[in-house]
């Protein structure tokens, strides 16, 4: 089935996934393109750390953008290029957007779609993503872009992160009790069902799910992988129906490889 037929999940998997899938579900044909980096959706370089950043709306999203230094600026476009920039058999649906964690239109749409969610067990939501409540995580340089088919969805992230934050921040294991939740949006509610799995060890850290979405006809699985090097936190989220650990691992390939361009 054609990943466009999901979009009512896609608010859900939104939620679930502060980051990636927001982005990813900016490729639905009702939804307006994510702006480019460098223009209204990033805090310009002028904005000096003491000053309010101005208020935003794009896209349905509004709200004030956290101060950006230059230094924030240029990290983030030089992680620009460390994105993957195709995709076999897919199209860009997204960015690539570059700019401080927590102003990227990609994190905050999901935010804007967690505080619409509700959730049976609220710990879980964000299994395999940093936490973008903490400043650290929030202020730091970042790119995402997405990829898009009428099967499937890739949307790859890079968040820079100061000193040892990178270990701090990493996502733990998954716990057994959110092995199982139910995320209940705009009162359609999914059930979904992760597994960690083990992937080939890339980088100094790597963990890596694979969730099952059940819920008003659904086949439909997301992998998603958080691997750290250096400093640098890559998330990897791959949407799609009958999803392998093969195929996760062959994205994950790629995404390392764009990755490697960019860190040492």
Request: net charge positive.
């Amino acid at each position: 089935m054609p990943i466009n037929a999901y979009k009512p999940a896609y608010k859900t998997i939104a939620a679930m996934s502060m980051l990636l899938v927001a982005a990813t579900s900016c490729s639905s044909s009702d939804t307006p393109a994510a702006p480019q980096a460098g223009n209204q959706s990033q805090t310009p370089q002028s904005t000096p750390a003491s000053t309010p950043a101005p208020t935003q709306t794009t896209a349905g999203v509004s709200e004030s953008l956290h101060p950006v230094t230059p230094a924030v600026t240029q990290a983030a476009t030089r992680l620009g290029s460390g994105l993957l920039s195709t995709v076999d058999g897919m199209n860009k649906a997204y960015g690539p957007e570059t700019g401080a964690y927590g102003n990227l239109t990609a994190t905050r749409r999901g935010a804007e779609a967690m505080a619409k969610a509700t959730m049976d067990k609220p710990g879980c939501a964000a299994v395999g993503q940093l936490d973008v409540r903490a400043p650290a995580v929030r202020d730091a340089p970042a790119a995402v872009v997405a990829f898009s088919s009428p099967q499937r969805s890739v949307t790859h992230a890079l968040i820079k992160l100061r000193g040892r934050e990178a270990v701090r921040r990493f996502p733990r294991a998954l716990r057994p009790e959110c092995e199982v939740y139910t995320v209940t949006v705009d009162g359609a509610s999914t059930t979904y069902h992760t597994r960690e799995v083990a992937l080939p060890s890339r980088g100094d850290r790597l963990r890596a799910f694979l969730t099952s979405a059940d819920g008003a006809g659904l086949d439909l699985q997301i992998g998603s992988v958080a691997l750290q090097k250096g400093n640098v936190v890559m998330n990897l989220l791959v949407v799609g129906s009958k999803l392998s650990r093969r195929e996760l691992s062959n994205q994950t390939d790629n995404a390392y490889a764009a990755l490697m361009k960019v860190v040492e």
